[in-house]
Nanobody, 124 residues
Framework: QVQLVESGGGLVQAGGSLRLSCAAS????????AAWFRRAPGKEREFVVG????????DYADSVKGRFTISRDYAKTTVYLQMNSLKPEDTAVYYC?????????????????WGPGTQVTVSS
């Protein structure tokens, strides 16, 4: 059974930074793409950023481009999300997801395993 666990969320002031981590049980990020999604209060889940397995192709939502950076540590089977210049509109529960293949896209249907989420709150 694949298990993903996010960590690193919290409360931060606007302009601050947070680093989220997503740890996978076993070597379960090997050969698979990964992504971060978020769900803000009263809104639908939205794609934030994804990273493919082999080419390291990345895709960022326009709302976070230039502020967020995704990376992965193959040795530790962990995916990270560095979030800088945070804004109150970034407040959401952030979810890590594993792709069904080595590639990524923005549809949640591409991803078959999800973490429980970590809360990020940005105060103004």
């Amino acid at each position: 059974q694949v298990q993903l666990v996010e960590s690193g969320g919290g409360l931060v002031q606007a302009g601050g930074s947070l680093r989220l981590s997503c740890a996978a049980s076993g070597r379960t990020f090997s050969d698979y793409g990964a992504a971060w999604f978020r769900r803000a209060p009263g809104k639908e889940r939205e794609f934030v950023v994804g990273i493919s397995w082999i080419s390291m192709f990345t895709d960022y939502a326009d709302s976070v481009k230039g502020r967020f950076t995704i990376s992965r540590d193959y040795a530790k089977t962990t995916v990270y999300l560095q979030m800088n210049s945070l804004k109150p509109e970034d407040t959401a529960v952030y979810y890590c997801a594993r792709s069904r293949s080595g590639s990524i896209n923005r549809s949640p249907l591409q991803y078959d395993y999800w973490g429980p989420g970590t809360q990020v709150t940005v105060s103004s």
